[in-house]
């Protein structure tokens, strides 16, 4: 017998190793391209955030309390440091 002649076992095992190849490419392919997403949608995101420097003047503003009452920043402006604090999961 011929050394080159590949039996059934040889045959079946060769795919299967092709299979596992093309498999772990594709998974590989898959999480490269999540990956990328993720970062294209982080620059995204960080182009839509915009802060001013510290120290500077913020634009103009109204705002309503949570009591109802109507606030402006032109009211507090000169005046003491005061905190504003956004909750977006209260409905």
Do not use: C
Request: proline share 4%; aromatic share 10%; no cysteine.
């Amino acid at each position: 017998m011929n050394g080159s002649v590949e039996t059934e076992s040889q045959s079946r095992w060769r795919g299967i190793g092709f299979a596992r190849a093309l498999l772990t490419g594709l998974l590989i392919l898959a999480i490269g391209v999540i990956i990328i997403t993720f970062w294209v949608l982080s620059l995204v995101r960080a182009a839509e955030h915009k802060f001013l420097p510290v120290g500077s003047t913020a634009p103009p503003f109204s705002l309503v309390t949570a009591t109802g009452e109507q606030i402006s920043g032109d009211e507090h402006l000169g005046k003491r440091p005061f905190l504003m604090y956004f909750n977006e999961g209260v409905g």
